[in-house]
């Protein structure tokens, strides 16, 4: 209930950003339903491991991609809402 409350302060403020590299929090939003708008960033670096940004959903989440943004050393910004 902690955890909930944080991030209902969170999104009152209009952004959210998994702190401390915590990604189990945008999990955690996202099986609650409290997350309106996603965007990744990529960077063109390939390292052949890592974390799922979102993890752990039981059921498929329709997004539209809303705005891209291509920055001058190749990292892409993608942002994407609930469709």
Do not use: C
């Amino acid at each position: 209930m902690r955890r909930i409350q944080m991030f209902q302060r969170v999104a009152a403020n209009g952004f959210f950003a998994a702190p401390d590299g915590d990604l189990d929090w945008a999990s955690l939003l996202t099986r609650h339903g409290l997350i309106d708008d996603y965007t990744f960033v990529s960077s063109p670096i390939i390292l052949g491991s890592g974390m799922l940004p979102i993890r752990d959903i039981s059921a498929k989440l329709p997004l539209k991609l809303v705005d891209v943004k291509q920055f001058e050393h190749g990292n892409v910004r993608l942002r994407y809402a609930k469709a």
